[in-house]
T-cell receptor, first 109, second 114 residues
Framework: GQNIDQPTEMTATEGAIVQINCTYQ??????LFWYQQHAGEAPTFLSY??LDGLEEKGRFSSFLSRSKGYSYLLLKELQMKDSASYLC??????????WGAGTKLIIKP | NAGVTQTPKFRVLKTGQSMTLLCAQD?????MYWYRQDPGMGLRLIHY???????AKGEVPDGYNVSRLKKQNFLLGLESAAPSQTSVYFC?????????????FGPGTRLTVL
């Protein structure tokens, strides 16, 4: 079967750095997405990785290792507005997105 | 440019009632999707469409039907609602088949079935 694992919840302090991990087992791989979802709102796109390595976009970075079936999202200089759920999703061989359950990130002052 | 819109935003149904959720996008996207999101679970695909006039089943299609008569609209129907269909429903669209194509989401419909 297809499976994506993420921690259910993480807590971090304002101004700090946090790393959210995602491991996956899917039938084929055509890329990995990270989305942000604030409570009561729609998911919004953060990043996309298809090749191994690190993609940096401002305070957010995303890393991919295809051989290990592993990705992480790194958030730097945390702000209170970063409190949200972070969803990992993998595009499988049929170009369908398989979604993880999401990681709820709580930022404390 | 409104992106993806959904109506209604909230709805309460009694068991056995029917309803239709409407999704509209103004980005000229080919692909459209209906998901449901339940606590502790990832987004689950109900049905999707790869173009006007086409529909296909996703992971959890039972109890739902869809239609894509116009490219910009994707309708999700519940013929006889059940309490297990209480959920948040999201519509999404993307431009093409490519793995890099980002899905854009509507604001969601919060449905409660009593």
């Amino acid at each position: 079967g297809q499976n994506i694992d993420q921690p259910t919840e993480m807590t971090a302090t304002e101004g700090a750095i946090v790393q959210i991990n995602c491991t996956y087992q899917t039938s084929g791989f055509n890329g990995l997405f990270w989305y942000q979802q604030h409570a009561g709102e729609a998911p919004t796109f953060l990043s996309y990785n298809v090749l191994d390595g690190l993609e940096e976009k401002g305070r957010f970075s995303s890393f991919l290792s295809r051989s290990k079936g592993y990705s992480y999202l790194l958030l730097k200089e945390l702000q209170m507005k970063d409190s949200a759920s972070y969803l990992c999703a993998v595009t499988d061989s049929n170009y369908q997105l398989i979604w993880g359950a999401g990681t709820k990130l709580i930022i404390k002052p | 440019n409104a992106g993806v819109t959904q109506t209604p935003k909230f709805r309460v149904l009694k068991t056995g009632q029917s309803m239709t959720l409407l999704c509209a996008q103004d980005m000229n996207h080919e692909y459209m999707y209906w998901y449901r999101q339940d606590p502790g679970m990832g987004l689950r695909l109900i049905h999707y469409s790869v173009g006007e006039g086409t529909t296909a089943k996703g992971e959890v299609p039972d109890g739902y039907n869809v239609s894509r008569l116009k490219k910009q609209n994707f309708l999700l129907g519940l013929e006889s609602a059940a309490p297990s269909q209480t959920s948040v429903y999201f519509c999404a669209s993307k431009s093409g088949e490519g793995g890099t194509d980002t899905q854009y989401f509507g604001p969601g419909t919060r449905l409660t079935v009593l």
